[in-house]
């Protein structure tokens, strides 16, 4: 019985991973750009992602827990952020959560560039401006490991950085690096900002 136990999980397991290869292959950078562009998965969301958004790396991520990155954009079309407080709030459970901040803008020497392996993060300021650095994990050098238990790792490098719009938010999966809460020159209003961790087990790629 014990056998036939192991057996079974086996080959669940290789139907899992299976599924999940065929599941990629069906996106080309074409196919994933196309229906990237056709915005439908924003399921009514008026705003916008960024113009630095990757389509293709996107698309893996949102094929792979469509329902959590459901339930995000759900929470940002839904959500009265006039009365959130900081801290983080419950979605899905460790699936998709968000943390909210309300904090004056850093200087760029006490911004560090981030990324994480296992969420990809939705970033969306509220109310004032900030700078947000992206660029792939591949070009940059890590100077602190990876924190299992703050799911967080450290860079130096160089990338490029945007100024935030109230009408538009960030996507970073963990292909990418990102330096948020960078300040804006001459202002000086606190940023109140989200960040959704919608959880992720892809494995990085290339492409």
Known sequence: MKKLYCLL??????????????????????????????????????????????????????????????????????????????????????????????????????????????????????KGKEQIGVIQVAKVKLTEAYDPAKDIMFYSGEGKFHVTDPGTFFIFPPKYAHRPSVKVEEEDTPVKKIVIKVKTDLPLTEK
């Open 9 to 126: 999980f086996v080959l669940s397991l290789l139907f899992h991973l299976h599924t999940q290869a065929q599941s990629e292959k069906m996106w080309t950078k074409k196919q994933a750009t196309e229906w990237y562009k056709g915005q439908e998965w924003l399921n009514g969301l008026k705003l916008k992602p960024h113009a630095s958004t990757d389509p293709y790396e996107f698309a893996r991520q949102y094929q792979s827990n469509k329902a959590g990155w459901d339930k995000a954009f759900a929470y940002l079309k839904e959500t009265d952020f006039s009365s959130l407080t900081a801290g983080r709030h419950q979605i899905d459970g460790d699936n998709v959560f968000v943390i909210v901040t309300e904090a004056p803008a850093k200087t760029m020497e006490n911004a560090k560039w981030e990324s994480h392996r296992n969420y990809s993060d939705i970033h969306y300021v509220i």
